[in-house]
């Protein structure tokens, strides 16, 4: 069975971290398992995990007044589910909930938060990459917003 | 602006030829497809991405994109209701009457990817020109090496041609991913932009050859990642929309930079196509 450490360097995201990093990172780590349907973030609650996907779907949700709930982004292997762990007050923005049996890789954020604060290689590190992530998902986002299939596209 | 008329195929360029509307399907609730077939003699037959120029008599003439090629000359239009024309159009039943001519323009040059994985992005509508191609690519499938379809669409009702999708979805010999802008939950595919299905496609990207088509600001998006992605810019080809009028390249108002769209295209390379389409216009 692979360990913690072993399948964060498989990870596209966190593979290329050097190997004293990623034991550290690991140190953060578990396995978790959610069945279809599973709730894995609520809007508001704490931000006190996120999840590196390695296998199954997950639905980033968000409930719209008398519009129901709206799926806005899915996300699946080797992507990141949770990008507001690192920023104050660490509460979830959305809901995400898994549309397929998923597996991840847990980090507890707390964790992960000390350990950057007091190794900032690892630290620059971990949010360089969640940089390039966030920069990924505010262009896919802006794209969106232009709704560029509406029939003003002609 | 070209001696030789070749290109016209020997028919006379400007001079519509009768077709029956043999069936119309409601797509979505903006968009028909047409099953027209010749009164008479049919027009050369389009190669997969080529356009024809189609008149609701009495109203207008617009271009579109050939979406099917049958037998004895016949064509299929998906026609979208965003104008006069269009909207005409959209309301044929069978048995009516449309004047087309054509085809015009350069297809998908589906020969040069023989060898070589082939990428398929859609972008809405962009579905349409693609699928005489796909079609064609399905049917010579041992030509080509992995293929992938990728379709993005604004919502999952805004999809076109959905029971083929599902037979395509269905092979195991090309992967098809759809996504949507947004989403219900009862929405079993992906919800993103089509940009982020391109890293996830199971080709060989410096080997691939990419034939697009949707919304030109999707295209550019697409472009930029598909060579991110390591396809060579010259394997990337594009299909351009403009405001084609005359189809021969003689009224200039398909011009975009050095290119008439209508005869040069309007499938073109992004070596071609990545200047015109960074500058702005309004």
Same mark, same amino acid.
């Given at each position: 069975m692979k360990s913690i450490r072993d399948l964060l360097a498989e990870? =596209?995201?966190?593979?290329?971290?050097d190997s004293s990093l990623l034991e550290l990172m690991s140190g953060c780590g578990r396995n978790e398992h959610f069945d279809s349907g599973a709730q894995i973030l609520r809007e508001?609650?704490?931000?006190d995990h996120f999840y590196l996907l390695r296998s199954g779907r997950v639905a980033l949700e968000v409930a719209i007044p008398h519009r129901g709930i709206i799926v806005i982004e899915t996300l699946g292997p080797s992507e990141i589910l949770?990008?507001?762990?690192?920023? =104050?007050?660490?509460?979830?923005a959305f809901d995400a909930k898994a549309i397929e049996p998923t597996s991840a890789i847990s980090i507890d954020a707390a964790c992960l938060r000390r350990k950057c604060e007091e190794d900032p290689v690892l630290g620059y590190q971990v949010f360089s990459r969640f940089a390039q992530l966030m920069r990924d998902r505010l262009q896919a986002t802006r794209l969106q917003l232009l709704d560029v299939y509406g029939s003003h596209a002609g | 602006m070209p001696a030789d008329p070749s290109f016209l195929n020997g028919?006379?360029?400007m001079v519509p030829i009768a077709y029956r509307v043999e069936w119309r399907r409601q797509d979505l609730p903006d968009t028909v497809t047409l099953g027209i077939a010749p009164v008479e003699a049919p027009l050369a037959t389009p190669t997969p991405g080529q356009f024809m120029m189609v008149w609701a008599f009495g109203v207008g003439e617009v271009p579109l994109s050939v979406s099917g090629i049958g037998e004895d000359g016949r064509l299929e239009h998906t026609v979208r209701n965003v104008g006069a024309v269009t909207a005409a159009l959209s309301r044929a039943r069978p048995g009516e009457i449309v004047g087309v001519r054509g085809p015009y323009g350069a297809g998908w040059d589906l020969d040069r990817a023989t060898g070589r994985d082939l990428l398929i992005v859609a972008g809405g509508l962009g579905l349409a020109p693609l699928r005489p191609a796909m079609l064609e690519a399905l049917a010579e499938r041992?030509?080509?090496?992995r293929m992938a379809l990728l379709v993005g669409a604004r919502?999952?009702?805004?999809?076109?041609y959905t029971e083929e999708l599902e037979q395509w979805r269905g092979r195991f010999d090309i992967e098809v991913e759809v996504t949507v802008d947004a989403a219900p939950p009862s929405w079993r595919g992906d919800v993103g932009?089509?940009?982020?299905?391109l890293g996830r496609a199971p080709v060989d990207y410096a080997g691939a050859t990419a034939i697009v088509c949707g919304p030109e600001v999707m295209m550019r998006f697409v472009a930029i990642g598909l060579t991110d992605a390591g396809v060579p810019p010259h394997e990337i080809w594009l299909s351009m929309e403009r405001?084609?009028?005359?189809?021969?390249?003689?009224?200039?108002?398909?011009?975009l930079g050095p290119e008439f769209i209508c005869k040069d295209g309007p499938v073109l390379s992004w070596t071609r196509m990545e200047k015109p389409m960074m500058v702005r216009e309004r």
């Open positions: 990870h =596209p995201v966190f593979g290329s971290l508001g609650a704490d931000a949770g990008v507001s762990w690192p920023f =104050p007050p660490y509460r979830w | 028919q006379a360029p041992h030509r080509f090496g919502d999952p009702q805004s999809l076109l932009v089509v940009t982020k299905l405001n084609m009028r005359c189809g021969i390249g003689h009224c200039g108002h398909c011009q």
